[in-house]
């Protein structure tokens, strides 16, 4: 079982729905979460990073963290065909620097 | 843009070969890692330099290796290469003091082996 779980998709929505982007891990020792967003070919650019449970909001985008659940998830609100991209959950440990990533769930967002 | 270069963006090598990849981190930043990423195993932790020592290893294969220099940069030095390290290798950096912790990633260098 890997540490980091998360849904390859593809996640298809039409523009302006509301997207939840999940991932679920195994390792309580994770306390850094992050998420990234990769457009083909390009680096992961940082959208969210958080370090304790409960919510994030940076414009459209609310990130979530239960620890009690071992549960991340990422909110898009009013996406946008330029949100069309991988998104990559992250996760680390207090004591390390060390990213742990999620497979990626690749998502599309069409007019 | 990150403020991560990485250079070359793109490496056409043959089996054997030996190939070094250069990254310079954001201005002020002193953690530089390396990652893999490949279609199969998703993005990989290679190895992680803080101010010229390394700091963390990850899975990275023994013919694999890197340094800091004094300026900063990073170099990742891939030898002895097969078809399997063609892959895309990214550099991200982190200032690693403080409260800042998020890393942030370079354009990639995509490598492949023939």
């Known amino acids: 079982q890997k540490e980091v779980e998360q849904d390859p998709g593809p996640l298809s929505v039409p523009e302006g729905a509301i997207v939840s982007l999940n991932c679920t891990y195994s390792n309580s020792a994770f306390q850094y979460f992050m998420w990234y967003r990769q457009y083909s070919r390009k680096g992961p650019e940082l959208l969210m990073y958080?370090?304790?449970?409960g919510n994030k909001e940076d414009g459209r985008f609310t990130a979530q963290v239960d620890k009690s659940s071992k549960y991340i998830s990422l909110f898009i609100r009013d996406s946008q065909p330029s949100d069309s991209a991988t998104y990559l959950c992250a996760m680390s440990p207090y004591n390390t620097d060390k990213l742990i990533f999620g497979t990626g769930t690749r998502l599309q967002v069409f007019p | 843009d990150s403020g991560v270069t990485q250079t070359p963006k793109h490496l056409i090598t043959a089996t054997g070969q030996r190939v070094t990849l250069r990254c310079s981190p954001r201005s002020g930043d002193l953690s530089v890692y390396w990652y893999q990423q490949s279609l199969d195993q998703g993005l990989q932790f290679l190895i992680q330099?803080?101010?010229?020592?390394?700091?963390a290893k990850g899975n990275i294969l023994e013919r694999f290796s890197a340094q800091q220099f004094p300026d900063l940069h990073s170099e990742l030095n891939l030898s002895s290469l097969e078809l399997g390290d063609s892959a895309l290798y990214f550099c991200?950096?982190?200032?690693?003091?403080?409260?800042?912790?998020?890393?942030?990633f370079g354009p990639g260098t995509r490598l492949t082996v023939t």
């Open positions: 991200a950096s982190s200032a690693r003091g403080g409260e800042t912790y998020e890393q942030y």
């Open positions: 958080t370090y304790s449970s």
């Open positions: 330099y803080y101010n010229g020592e390394e700091r």
